[in-house]
Nanobody, 123 residues
Framework: QVQLVESGGGLVHPGGSLRLSCAAS????????MSWYRQAPGKERELVAS????????NYADSVKGRFTISRDDAKRQVFLQMNSLKSQDTAVYYC????????????????WGQGTQVTVSS
């Protein structure tokens, strides 16, 4: 079965760093674009970063640009999100998703979601 398992979240102080990992199984990982979303309580789910199936192109939300880096390792079937200079506004549950690019726009797959990992940035 399709499985996406996020890990690496935790509690950090403002300005700190975390590296999130997502382990994928049950589908043709290398053929899918991958992404990270986040959602805080009472807030809309936000696309944070995405990466093409070949890993040549990445895209970031303006709010994280310059601070976060998405990458993938197809051999290990994993996608990562390096988060630096964390702010309290980054506090959310972070989700991994498999999807595709359509006309340059990332489109998530409805069934290809992880259960999320909590990131809390607090002093």
């Amino acid at each position: 079965q399709v499985q996406l398992v996020e890990s690496g979240g935790g509690l950090v102080h403002p300005g700190g760093s975390l590296r999130l990992s997502c382990a994928a199984s049950g589908f043709a990982f290398s053929t899918y674009a991958m992404s990270w979303y986040r959602q805080a309580p009472g807030k809309e789910r936000e696309l944070v970063a995405s990466i093409t199936n070949l890993g040549f192109v990445t895209n970031y939300a303006d709010s994280v640009k310059g601070r976060f880096t998405i990458s993938r390792d197809d051999a290990k079937r994993q996608v990562f999100l390096q988060m630096n200079s964390l702010k309290s506004q980054d506090t959310a549950v972070y989700y991994c998703n498999a999807g595709a690019y359509s006309a340059g726009h990332y489109v998530p797959s409805a069934n290809y979601w992880g259960q999320g990992t909590q990131v809390t940035v607090s002093s």
